[in-house]
Protein backbone atom coordinates (compact mmCIF):
# COMPACT_ATOMS: atom_id res chain seq x y z
CA UNK A 1 0.00 0.00 0.00
CA UNK A 2 1.48 3.42 -0.89
CA UNK A 3 0.60 4.74 2.75
CA UNK A 4 3.47 2.53 4.33
CA UNK A 5 0.71 1.00 6.57
CA UNK A 6 0.90 -2.97 5.71
CA UNK A 7 -2.06 -5.86 4.96
CA UNK A 8 -2.46 -9.03 5.98
CA UNK A 9 -1.50 -11.58 3.33
CA UNK A 10 -5.09 -12.58 3.42
CA UNK A 11 -6.53 -9.05 2.86
CA UNK A 12 -4.00 -8.46 0.25
CA UNK A 13 -5.28 -11.82 -1.67
CA UNK A 14 -8.81 -10.84 -1.39
CA UNK A 15 -7.51 -7.16 -2.89
CA UNK A 16 -6.21 -8.59 -6.06
CA UNK A 17 -8.95 -10.91 -6.59
CA UNK A 18 -11.67 -8.67 -6.29
CA UNK A 19 -9.63 -6.43 -8.94
CA UNK A 20 -9.56 -8.82 -11.15
CA UNK A 21 -13.49 -9.54 -10.66
CA UNK A 22 -14.72 -5.80 -10.59
CA UNK A 23 -12.63 -5.83 -14.29
CA UNK A 24 -14.79 -8.53 -15.48
CA UNK A 25 -11.15 -10.24 -16.38
CA UNK A 26 -9.50 -13.66 -15.64
CA UNK A 27 -6.35 -13.19 -13.21
CA UNK A 28 -3.57 -12.88 -15.13
CA UNK A 29 0.06 -14.43 -14.16
CA UNK A 30 1.49 -11.73 -12.56
CA UNK A 31 -1.75 -11.75 -10.14
CA UNK A 32 -1.18 -15.56 -9.40
CA UNK A 33 2.36 -15.15 -8.91
CA UNK A 34 1.30 -12.27 -6.44
CA UNK A 35 -1.25 -14.54 -4.76
CA UNK A 36 1.82 -17.19 -4.29
CA UNK A 37 3.64 -15.02 -2.49
CA UNK A 38 0.74 -13.97 -0.12
CA UNK A 39 0.30 -17.25 0.25
CA UNK A 40 3.63 -18.10 0.86
CA UNK A 41 4.01 -14.96 3.47
CA UNK A 42 1.32 -16.50 5.27
CA UNK A 43 1.98 -20.23 5.96
CA UNK A 44 6.09 -19.32 5.93
CA UNK A 45 7.29 -20.89 2.85
CA UNK A 46 8.29 -19.92 -0.56
CA UNK A 47 6.67 -18.86 -3.42
CA UNK A 48 7.68 -22.25 -5.77
CA UNK A 49 6.23 -24.43 -2.77
CA UNK A 50 2.46 -23.46 -3.41
CA UNK A 51 0.33 -24.61 -6.77
CA UNK A 52 -3.13 -23.12 -8.06
CA UNK A 53 -4.43 -25.37 -10.10
CA UNK A 54 -8.12 -25.17 -11.97
CA UNK A 55 -10.29 -27.83 -13.17
CA UNK A 56 -10.82 -27.81 -16.98
CA UNK A 57 -14.35 -27.24 -18.24
CA UNK A 58 -14.90 -30.14 -18.96
CA UNK A 59 -13.85 -31.76 -15.45
CA UNK A 60 -11.10 -34.08 -16.72
CA UNK A 61 -8.24 -31.87 -16.12
CA UNK A 62 -6.54 -30.35 -13.50
CA UNK A 63 -4.23 -27.19 -14.77
CA UNK A 64 -1.83 -25.51 -13.38
CA UNK A 65 -2.40 -21.65 -12.79
CA UNK A 66 0.69 -21.37 -10.73
CA UNK A 67 3.88 -22.18 -10.75
CA UNK A 68 3.72 -21.58 -14.80
CA UNK A 69 6.81 -23.69 -15.51
CA UNK A 70 4.44 -26.16 -14.14
CA UNK A 71 1.88 -25.13 -16.68
CA UNK A 72 3.90 -25.96 -19.69
CA UNK A 73 4.99 -29.20 -18.12
CA UNK A 74 1.32 -30.96 -18.24
CA UNK A 75 -2.01 -31.44 -16.63
CA UNK A 76 -3.25 -34.22 -14.25
CA UNK A 77 -5.73 -36.31 -15.56
CA UNK A 78 -8.85 -36.49 -12.83
CA UNK A 79 -8.78 -40.48 -13.37
CA UNK A 80 -5.01 -40.33 -11.85
CA UNK A 81 -4.74 -42.63 -8.85
CA UNK A 82 -3.19 -41.67 -5.59
CA UNK A 83 -2.98 -37.53 -6.68
CA UNK A 84 -3.20 -35.51 -3.63
CA UNK A 85 -4.90 -32.85 -5.82
CA UNK A 86 -7.16 -34.83 -7.69
CA UNK A 87 -9.10 -36.49 -4.34
CA UNK A 88 -9.20 -32.80 -3.21
CA UNK A 89 -11.21 -31.52 -5.75
CA UNK A 90 -13.11 -35.14 -6.05
CA UNK A 91 -13.94 -35.26 -2.39
CA UNK A 92 -14.40 -31.03 -2.22
CA UNK A 93 -12.77 -32.04 1.23
CA UNK A 94 -9.21 -29.95 2.40
CA UNK A 95 -6.33 -32.27 3.54
CA UNK A 96 -2.79 -31.65 5.72
CA UNK A 97 -0.06 -34.16 5.45
CA UNK A 98 2.86 -33.92 7.46
CA UNK A 99 4.73 -36.66 6.24
CA UNK A 100 3.74 -36.90 2.44
CA UNK A 101 6.88 -39.03 1.25
CA UNK A 102 5.68 -41.99 2.61
CA UNK A 103 2.49 -41.15 0.94
CA UNK A 104 1.57 -42.87 -2.01
CA UNK A 105 1.42 -40.07 -4.95
CA UNK A 106 2.70 -39.24 -8.52
CA UNK A 107 6.07 -37.37 -8.65
CA UNK A 108 6.62 -35.99 -11.93
CA UNK A 109 5.52 -32.60 -10.95
CA UNK A 110 7.80 -32.95 -7.91
CA UNK A 111 10.86 -33.96 -10.10
CA UNK A 112 10.62 -30.22 -11.97
CA UNK A 113 13.09 -27.95 -10.50
CA UNK A 114 11.62 -24.15 -9.84
CA UNK A 115 14.16 -22.86 -7.98
CA UNK A 116 16.94 -21.84 -10.24
CA UNK A 117 19.45 -21.95 -7.06
CA UNK A 118 18.59 -25.04 -5.38
CA UNK A 119 22.07 -27.42 -5.71
CA UNK A 120 19.27 -30.42 -5.31
CA UNK A 121 15.63 -31.73 -5.63
CA UNK A 122 13.60 -30.88 -3.05
CA UNK A 123 10.99 -33.40 -2.39
CA UNK A 124 7.66 -32.13 -0.64
CA UNK A 125 8.01 -32.89 3.16
CA UNK A 126 4.28 -31.58 4.27
CA UNK A 127 1.60 -30.48 2.21
CA UNK A 128 -1.74 -28.93 2.65
CA UNK A 129 -4.31 -28.94 -0.12
CA UNK A 130 -8.05 -27.18 -0.26
CA UNK A 131 -10.78 -27.29 -2.82
CA UNK A 132 -11.45 -24.06 -4.80
CA UNK A 133 -15.08 -23.84 -4.83
CA UNK A 134 -17.66 -22.02 -6.28
CA UNK A 135 -21.42 -22.30 -6.72
CA UNK A 136 -21.20 -25.61 -4.89
CA UNK A 137 -19.06 -26.95 -7.35
CA UNK A 138 -15.35 -27.59 -7.16
CA UNK A 139 -13.37 -25.91 -10.31
CA UNK A 140 -9.39 -26.24 -8.50
CA UNK A 141 -7.43 -26.75 -5.94
CA UNK A 142 -4.37 -24.63 -4.14
CA UNK A 143 -1.61 -26.46 -2.74
CA UNK A 144 0.96 -25.21 0.05
CA UNK A 145 3.93 -27.33 0.75
CA UNK A 146 7.16 -27.50 2.41
CA UNK A 147 10.17 -28.93 0.64
CA UNK A 148 13.32 -30.22 2.17
CA UNK A 149 15.78 -32.90 2.14
CA UNK A 150 14.07 -34.35 5.36
CA UNK A 151 10.67 -33.81 7.31
CA UNK A 152 13.22 -31.75 9.85
CA UNK A 153 14.24 -30.07 7.16
CA UNK A 154 11.58 -28.47 5.53
CA UNK A 155 10.20 -27.03 8.84
CA UNK A 156 7.30 -27.45 10.82
CA UNK A 157 4.03 -29.17 10.47
CA UNK A 158 1.15 -27.53 9.49
CA UNK A 159 -1.34 -27.13 11.74
CA UNK A 160 -5.22 -27.46 12.11
CA UNK A 161 -5.28 -23.65 12.45
CA UNK A 162 -3.26 -23.25 9.03
CA UNK A 163 -5.18 -25.81 7.08
CA UNK A 164 -8.33 -23.55 8.53
CA UNK A 165 -6.51 -20.43 6.83
CA UNK A 166 -5.94 -22.19 3.52
CA UNK A 167 -9.53 -23.48 3.16
CA UNK A 168 -10.88 -19.66 4.51
CA UNK A 169 -8.01 -18.13 1.54
CA UNK A 170 -9.16 -21.11 -1.24
CA UNK A 171 -12.62 -19.37 -1.05
CA UNK A 172 -11.69 -15.69 -1.58
CA UNK A 173 -9.46 -17.38 -4.30
CA UNK A 174 -12.25 -19.20 -6.02
CA UNK A 175 -13.99 -15.93 -6.53
CA UNK A 176 -10.81 -15.01 -8.90
CA UNK A 177 -11.34 -18.37 -11.17
CA UNK A 178 -15.06 -17.48 -11.69
CA UNK A 179 -15.50 -18.12 -15.81
CA UNK A 180 -16.15 -14.92 -17.41
CA UNK A 181 -18.83 -14.08 -19.95
CA UNK A 182 -18.21 -13.77 -23.70
Known amino acids: ?13 GRVVEEATKGSRPLTD ?21 AILSLTDNGALL ?8 RKIGSIPMSTANSLAVRTVRDKRPEMINNF ?26 IMSAPLILDGKPIGVVQVSRKGKSPIA ?19 LAKGLRKQPG
Open 1 to 13: MSNGATTSPAAEI
Open 30 to 50: DEFAKIAQELAKMFAVKADEV
Open 63 to 70: SFLYPVKL
Open 101 to 126: PIQKHPTVFESVTLDAKAQEKQPIQK
Open 154 to 172: AGADFTIKDLTSLVTTAGV
